[in-house]
């Protein structure tokens, strides 16, 4: 999303915003309009699921939520609650049919990005395996916890647990060394192959030009569910964990 919609807004001053959701944007949606308008792009950037849109005078903190979609040169539609007109004619809209993300104004570090943990992709292996090994939690909950590290989200937690044969249940504490650190770099490396095949839209997921990802035609156990692993002959399983459906294979995934 980022990648897309950074050229569209760099360098480019907002010339009128609108909003229209009290649950995108609660309190008073006129005045944050008129914090944003005649302010500069001065930055675009990304700190785990957070869109971070930096102005020559403070900056705008963007949470997609489950069906949030930032788009460039888009037309308007029964779901924007965020209208963003810059100079040269440019436009940019946000639609949210759920309604569950958030767009906030914030004069210095937004405190819901301050309370985040370091970025899964910038994370390095020193402070990913000190970490982990700390936590005596089960690993999903602990990879999903954005506090501990942030831009995980349930799909590729159940990706980057099959690949590194681990548990969800397993205790964070319990992983040996060499495979913690062998965890954190199938973290990047499953994130990073994502982004080059456009995310995974499993159902509302599109950048910021509007196409679909790819990367759900890669996953090897989320949403597969009865089909087999592709490491072996085993059925992929879906439970519970941490209240969000997990998938994984029981074969490879052995509980320790």
């Not at 949030?68 to 779901?79: F, Q």
Request: aromatic share 6%; proline share 4%; charged share 25%.
């Amino acid at each position: 999303m980022v990648r897309t919609i950074a050229p569209y807004l760099m360098g480019r001053t907002i010339v009128r915003a609108e909003f229209g959701s009290p649950w995108v944007t609660p309190g008073d949606r006129e005045l944050l309009a008129r914090q944003v308008m005649s302010r500069r792009v001065t930055g675009v950037r990304r700190h785990g699921k957070f869109i971070l849109v930096d102005l020559d005078q403070g900056s705008l903190t963007i949470h997609l939520g489950m069906t949030g979609k930032l788009l460039a040169g888009a037309a308007r539609t029964p779901y924007t609650h965020g209208f963003f007109e810059l100079d040269g004619d440019a436009v940019v809209v946000y639609d949210d049919v759920r309604q569950f993300g958030s767009i906030e104004y914030s004069a210095g570090v937004n405190p819901r990005v301050a309370a985040l943990g370091p970025d899964a992709l910038t994370v390095t292996a020193e402070e990913f395996v000190s970490k982990l090994r700390s936590r005596t939690t089960r690993l999903k909950p602990l990879l999903l916890n954005q506090a501990f590290v942030a831009g995980l989200g349930n799909i590729y937690v159940d990706e980057v647990l099959f690949r590194a044969k681990l548990h969800p249940l397993q205790i964070a504490s319990r992983v040996r060394m060499e495979r913690a650190r062998e965890l954190h770099g199938l973290m990047q490396r499953v994130l990073q192959e994502s982004i080059a095949a456009g995310g995974s839209s499993i159902s509302d997921y599109v950048d910021g030009e509007g196409r679909k990802g790819a990367f759900q035609e890669r996953h090897r156990v989320y949403g597969r569910e009865g089909k087999p692993c592709p490491d072996c002959t085993a059925a992929i399983v879906r439970t519970v964990v941490a209240q969000r459906g997990t998938h994984l294979c029981p074969a490879c995934q052995r509980r320790r």
